[in-house]
């Protein structure tokens, strides 16, 4: 006799619900937190502002100006932030958990989006911890502070953390492989704008994400560096969700 099974659900019974992007977000969380690779790079996101802070007061002299301070601090932490996002992303294709993650959620852009969610969000957090211990380390500093402008400084900190967060998991999910991408990442940010800010300022001034969130925190947010950091967030995370809802899943 020949017993057919049916892949169905039973009568009276309905197939499970697919996790819903809060859960989906928290898990990135998670995630994103569990290997030591992640743990490394916020833990670093965190101290290196502070340690700027510290090393600046050993060297500086005369009044220290916080809101000067507050934009390096915001921009190192930015770019050690965008690491975090490329690992996000590439690491699940570098190390074939991608094949399990589609699995378990098919939908390619669900899975991005709540990475991106998860990711500004620990971005955001990250950059105001470390701007928050490097307001404390200014307030202890026998020199002088000029605390002109450190509160939207610390907005812009904190908002740069979280745009390169997902930056970074934007430029992974496109190139599907971590070396390339840091490698990529950075060389553009510390090599490529850097010359054209010397060769080329009025360009690099429209392209130069990092400069543009030094710019906000000493001179205030304006509209040229908002759209630079814009651009950057819009275009990463396009040519993430295009280029890894073709890529074969090997």
């Given at each position: ?65 916080a809101a000067v301070a507050l ?180």
């Amino acid at each position: 006799m020949t017993v057919t099974v049916s892949s169905l659900p039973a009568p009276g019974t309905a197939r499970p619900a697919a996790p819903s992007t809060g859960t989906l977000t928290g898990l990135e969380v998670r995630k994103s937190l569990s290997t030591r690779s992640g743990r490394a790079v916020a833990t670093a996101a965190v101290v290196l502002g502070p340690l700027g802070v510290v090393l600046a007061s050993l060297t500086g002299e005369g009044t220290f100006p916080a809101a000067v301070a507050l934009g390096f601090i915001g921009m190192l932490t930015a770019l050690v932030l965008l690491a975090l996002g490329v690992l996000s992303t590439a690491g699940e294709w570098t190390h074939k958990s991608v094949q399990t993650m589609f699995l378990l959620v098919p939908q390619r852009g669900r899975v991005l989006l709540a990475k991106a969610l998860a990711l500004a969000l620990q971005g955001a957090v990250l950059a105001a911890l470390g701007a928050g211990l490097s307001l404390a380390l200014l307030w202890l500093i026998p020199d002088p502070v000029a605390w002109t402008a450190a509160g939207p400084a610390v907005v812009v900190a904190v908002a740069a953390g979280a745009a390169f967060a997902v930056i970074g998991a934007g430029i992974g999910a496109a190139l599907g492989n971590s070396p390339a991408a840091l490698t990529g990442a950075y060389l553009t940010m510390l090599g490529v704008l850097p010359v054209l800010q010397a060769v080329k300022p009025e360009w690099a001034e429209k392209l130069d994400p990092a400069t543009a969130i030094v710019t906000m925190a000493q001179s205030g947010v304006t509209t040229t560096p908002v759209l630079v950091i814009a651009g950057w967030v819009v275009v990463a995370s396009v040519a993430g969700w295009v280029l890894t809802s073709r890529r074969a899943v090997q």
